[in-house]
């Protein structure tokens, strides 16, 4: 593949993508939503981010893995409890990794 068809492609990948995120933004002052909407939709970086991370936390090798040889699994534990203790963003992914890779080169 050339450099000029490379660029080609990375900016009709451009066009289209701001093309379609500008056509909804542009028109997004004129739609109004119901309250209830608005609500749930506060909770989709949360449950976009947990259909993410499940399956890597819970199947690090294709299968099903709930054992405490599990790094990611104990990662994510930690990080679950830190999050919930604490409520402090840095501090949780800081401890989540930490554990991660102690366990990681532990095990």
């Known amino acids: ?5 490379s660029l080609v492609i990375i900016l009709g990948m ?15 002052h004129k739609v109004t939503m119901p ?6 939709l506060k909770y989709m970086p949360v ?4 259909a993410i991370i499940t399956p890597m936390v819970l199947m690090p090798s294709g299968e099903m893995d709930v054992s405490l ?6 990662g994510a534990l930690a990080a679950f409890a830190v ?22 080169y532990a095990l």
């Open 47 to 50: 449950a976009v981010l947990t």
């Open 1 to 5: 593949m050339s450099v000029t068809q």
């Open 14 to 28: 451009f066009v289209v993508t701001f093309g379609v995120r500008f056509v909804l933004l542009a028109r997004a």
């Open 69 to 74: 040889d599990n790094p990611w699994l104990l």
């Open 35 to 40: 309250d209830y909407v608005e609500r749930a």
């Open 83 to 104: 999050g919930i203790y604490r409520q402090h963003q840095l501090l949780t992914i800081v401890i989540g990794v930490l554990v991660f890779f102690v366990a990681r």
